[in-house]
């Protein structure tokens, strides 16, 4: 794995959700679940950001809802999660790749003693053809074994951001 730089804590609305697929209309682009920056709404999107966007709705990959620069995509907001590590730059030819990062998030959460608004995660993304979800779980067993921790069960899990997602349970002796 190759760990990626993700020490920006503040993202424009465009790479923490257009970049990564997220419609326009998706409930965790509210206000009540991202934080977003007073005074940020006037920023035009750089030119890259325009080509990559316009380059994901004319693949159709808005989900036929549009895309418009003018939905808070020029917002400025703390990260809800780590985006940079999950958009990658056109290829000539397809490479496989293994990223990690590990980093600071931020999300609107009512506080109680497991919810904090401020939190560390960890988020990977391996690319390659012919991938499985049970190549996903040998990633996260060898992850969490590294780690001292080999007693480990799945469960499938809705998570806005990801698809398919899971969660996954463990137990220490210490």
Request: with cysteine; aromatic share 14%; charged share 20%.
């Amino acid at each position: 794995f190759t760990e990626m730089p993700t020490d920006n804590f503040v993202e424009s609305s465009f790479w923490n959700f257009d970049a990564l697929f997220q419609p326009q209309q998706h409930p965790a682009r509210d206000q009540h679940d991202t934080f977003f920056l007073l005074g940020s709404g006037g920023a035009q999107l750089r030119g890259k950001q325009r080509g990559f966007c316009e380059g994901l709705v004319s693949l159709g990959c808005q989900w036929d809802l549009g895309w418009s620069e003018q939905f808070r995509s020029s917002w400025a907001l703390l990260g809800s999660h780590l985006p940079p590590i999950n958009v990658f730059p056109p290829q000539e030819k397809f490479t496989p790749v293994k990223y990690f990062s590990i980093d600071r998030v931020f999300r609107n959460e009512s506080l109680d003693a497991t919810h904090l608004a401020e939190f560390h995660q960890v988020e990977g993304v391996v690319a390659d053809r012919g991938l499985t979800l049970g190549h996903l779980m040998g990633i996260l067993r060898q992850f969490f074994t590294k780690l001292g921790i080999s007693q480990l069960r799945f469960k499938p899990a809705y998570n806005p951001y990801t698809e398919p997602s899971m969660e996954v349970f463990s137990y220490h002796e210490g």
